[in-house]
């Protein structure tokens, strides 16, 4: 199985901050990389997708980068809605791993 | 407009047998590249991939899970069914269906999810 390492687990941040979170995939997966952000007793929702493709419909503050087997989401300019946890999830091979997630919290 | 609804059970005991049903709308399952995959997420922890079915009936499974685990097409209800064998208190989770877009394999729609508990 391909692991998810993500960090941090949690980050506090103030509105307007920059945000950024990893995850590192224990062996190459190419760009099958996704990221979603989950708020409580809601689904996930698909922010990105192959790694830095902004799914329809998602604020342009959200961008995803890769280099080599580590995956970064960074979040401009903070917005009070942003407030969740974030998890990425390997799309590479199966099972389709996800991350330990990462909570942004209000600073 | 692409729906997704997981039912089922909120409480099951253990050894028994768990079945999700997933009732879905806005997409045909029999285009190409379309799939329906199965998620659980124990309460506060990270998602868990679980089964995925495809529109031409290939099925995938967690190897971890696999042998409790069969994922089910009912192409006439627009529905996949998932069964879960001989439940354990750690199969206690909130249980997700989700649209599978087979081009880029993420997770493009999700149901609200059920939260199944097992307990005697």
């Known amino acids: 199985d391909i692991q998810m390492t993500q960090s941090p687990s949690s980050v506090s941040a103030s509105v307007g901050d920059r945000v950024t979170i990893t995850c590192r995939a224990s062996q190459g997966i190419s760009t099958w990389l996704a990221w979603y952000q989950q708020k409580p007793g809601k689904a996930p929702k698909l922010l990105i997708y192959a790694a830095s493709t902004l799914q329809s419909g998602v604020p342009s503050r959200f961008s995803g980068s890769r280099s080599g087997t580590e995956f970064t989401l960074t979040i401009n300019s903070l917005q009070p809605e942003d407030f969740a946890t974030y998890f990425c999830q390997q799309a590479n091979s199966i099972p389709y791993n996800f991350g330990q997630g990462t909570r942004v919290e209000i600073k | 407009q692409i729906t997704l609804k997981e039912s089922g059970p909120t409480l099951v005991k253990p050894t028994q047998t768990l079945t999700l049903t997933c009732t879905f709308s806005g997409f045909s399952f029999t285009s190409s590249g379309l799939g329906v995959a199965w998620i659980r997420q124990p309460p506060g922890k990270a998602p868990e991939w679980l089964a995925l079915?495809?529109?031409?009936?290939?099925?995938r499974y967690s190897p971890s899970l696999q042998h409790r685990l069969t994922i089910t097409p009912d192409l006439s209800k627009s529905q996949v069914i998932l069964t879960v064998t001989n439940v354990d208190p750690v199969d206690t989770a909130t249980y997700y269906c989700a649209h599978h877009s087979e081009s880029d394999s993420s997770l493009d729609y999700w149901g609200p999810g059920t939260l199944v508990t097992v307990s005697s």
């Open positions: 079915v495809y529109w031409d009936g290939l099925k």
